[in-house]
């Protein structure tokens, strides 16, 4: 039996770029934002209307987006300067400015080639490689007020301090109920599944922010009602994959279908188009610079290097939730040209096969030419992490006898 | 593999080359002309081979103008780079991996000798000597396959420095280069190194993007600076003091003028006084220094007085061809080949990336560290694309181009991602056609049909 309420997102999505038509009519701006540490509560206590701009899965835009920028510019950004190019997409038509962080390099090019042929208003946020030292710090902070003072000159009034605390605490419910609601796709019962909960969190790019929050809410009693204490185990001989690497937008359920069909059971993420950055988000001091500090010392995006094996907080929370959601594998997804995952596969591989994690890395595009390679590969995993597991049963039958 | 006769430099220059004065280094020994006409003539084609292959798809070939004596001596401090920097290094001079187009100057002031991948490279294949054009091609290609083995295949090329690193071909002492500029491949590259046996100390000091009217932006990358140069300062031993630091930026600064002095004369000489090898080779000591920045400033400063006499006597560089098209070139890491465009008729008259660090000189004056941030955020190849356009498109009119090739390399995501913007806003700005070329050769003097047909048409258009 299907969550009731995920139906009521489905269709409120549908209106939604028409709702925004009508909000536009009636003066409301909308910013479109693209990134991993774009303070989304600053652009929200402005009295924006925040919307994420993250598409991906149909290469035809990806073709055009390659005409501006380049073929050797990640697929997801070459999908995104693409469908700029090409204007169809109802929340990019409805767009007044957009907002870009320069987490990833590449998408800071996007901003700018965005802005030129497509004559955008672009707001950029830079963001330290050095995110971890203080005089990093000290820098953001700059810049996340630089950030504020031209989006309150495209507002037209100052960031008031109080509507921006509201939005803290509302965008804090949001973030504490996603994490509850994500601890039931991974339990025994599995009353809600991974990818209803992955789209339920992509609806939230676009949602209204306080309906949405109310819609979570009527989703987590719904799903209290069915299991009071979920737990996190496995079901009886499901195959508990772990989903990591470049993100995976709206439109991209490629690699997500395939683990499906071949019999994995998607327990957990950590991607930043996922769960990943409604974690550990500790907003401390109420302003531009509190809210964006919150961002940035949240896990990084793999574009922040961590020269130290050792301190690296990603693999730190990737092993930590590999742990919390009993997953047996991970399948590793890198989008063509995505450097800051790609070149850590190897090394993620490496790592995790030391605590007995076996990782399948899968390289892709947007392209459908290479799904049965993919579905052979994940298939083959999915059916060694199920031999694994009967042989590990069979032993501990053994060692019961 | 040669087919051609390999280049050598003829007897009858002899005399008059090894009438020129020689060069000062550092660390205050000196070479004569008869030294490096020694050198050139016979240890280096022992040695290296590879360089005197005249074949023309030879990227590194030397120029054909043996009279620009200035070129032979360029030459020697390309090829004695492996030796020089091996004996500093045995002395305990730290070498450290930096990136290219960046100042050099806390690099050097603190006792280190900056490495960009291009030149980790170019001392890797030197490390194995008497080896032909194939074959130290062929080696180079191993180092990279081996990098792209171990991290992906869709790293540029500039992986093959960090294998280089990695396969201990060559010896780096500190892993330090500036980040974000020019390049979004290297800063993933830098991390990779964390997870190997020899740990290598690494330190990245950021450049931020976006930094127009930021004074935070220039606070910071100081603050780095000075972290930077303590690293390399405990390597070395050296006392960093501001006056120590002022006088490596007096130094390059010297080198940065002269060789905008030598871009300016160039410029506006009724025939290009060097052909393009020269041109490119000559300017663009004043960028890396070639790990001895006194050898570089003693060489621009020849070398301007040996563009100054030909200029006065109208002659035309050994190679370029009547009524050449003039071309400016864009992008990083890669360039169309100076021998093909020649010969179908085309001269380089300048390039947007080495141009952008010399083109800006360090105050002498005040706080050391921030006047290099500020210097570096002055590049005018490091701001928004629009405006790096703009800089381009002047000096696309100041050097008198006909067109502009922007070049980028396979893998190459950051400046591949604005080659057309910038094409085209040269084109509108400047009034000149443009183009924009992939190169997947590179490091390859085979299968160059592809990027060489498609400079060799642009500039039948142009």
Known sequence: MSVKTLD?????LEERPDELRRARENGLKVVGWVGYNVPEEIIHALGFIPVRIAIGGDDRLVEIGARYASSKTCVFIREIVGAFAENQDPYIQQTDILAFDATCLQNYRAAEVIEYFFKKDVVVLAVPRNFHLDEAKEYFAHEANEFTRLLEERAGAPLDSARLAESVALYNDIRKTLKSIYTFQASKDNVISWEEVYDLIQAGDLLDKREYLSLLTQTLDELKERQHHPVIASDDGDCRIFLSGSLIPRGDRKLIGIIRSVGGRIVGDDLWSGILPHLDLDIKEISPAGVALGYLNRTPHAALPYLDLESDRRLKKLQERLSE????????????YCDPFTFKAKETKNVLAKSGIPLLEIHTEYAGSDYEAMKTRVEAFVEMIKIKSEIAEEQGVLVDA | MAITSPFSYPEEIKDKFIATPGLKF???????????????????????????????????????????????KRGYLTLTLKDRVMKQHAAGTPTVLVQGGQAMDAY????????????VMQWARNMEEGLSLRQSETLGLNILESGRRKISIDACNQIAAHAAIDNKVVPIDLIAPFLCLRCSDMSFLVETHRNRVHDIPRYLVDYPVDHENKPWAAEYIAVELRELIDKIAA????KITDEVLFDEIKLENRGRRIA??????????????????DFFGIAFLANDFVGDPVAAVDLLEQSKKEIEERIQNNV???????????????????????????????????????????????????????????????????????????????????SRADGVIFMYQ???????????????????RAGVVTTFVEVGELGRSEATEQSTNRVEAFIEMV
């Not at chain 2, 050097?108 to 030149?119: E, K, M, Q």
């Open chain 1, 8 to 12: 009521v997102i489905r269709k409120r």
């Open chain 1, 325 to 336: 959601f009993k997953a047996q594998g991970v399948i590793y997804h890198t989008l063509r």
């Open chain 2, 26 to 72: 550092k660390d205050g020994s000196t070479v004569s002309s008869a030294e490096i006409w020694e050198f050139m003539t016979k240890e280096a084609p022992r040695r290296f081979p590879y360089a005197f292959d005249a074949g023309a798809n030879n990227m590194g070939r030397f120029s054909d103008d043996v009279h620009f004596l200035s070129g032979i």
């Open chain 2, 108 to 119: 050097y002031a603190a006792g280190g000798i900056p490495v960009r991948p291009g030149l």
């Open chain 2, 235 to 238: 390597l070395s031993g050296r």
């Open chain 2, 260 to 277: 905008t002095e030598i871009a300016d004369l160039w410029w506006g000489a009724e025939n290009p006084p060097t052909n393009s090898t």
């Open chain 2, 316 to 398: 035309k560089g050994f190679g370029v061809p009547d009524h050449a098209k003039r071309l400016f070139i864009c992008g990083s890491c890669v360039g169309p080949n100076a021998h093909h465009a020649q010969t179908a008729g085309a001269i380089f008259v300048g390039r947007d990336d080495s141009w952008s660090c010399i083109s800006v000189p360090v105050q002498e004056e005040g706080d050391p560290y921030l006047n290099i941030a500020k210097s570096m955020l002055a590049y005018p190849y490091e701001q928004r694309t629009e405006k790096r356009a703009e800089w381009t498109a002047d000096m696309v009119k100041r």
């Open chain 2, 410 to 428: 396979w893998g190459c995501n950051y400046q591949s991602g604005v080659a057309r913007m910038i094409s085209d806003i040269v084109k509108e």
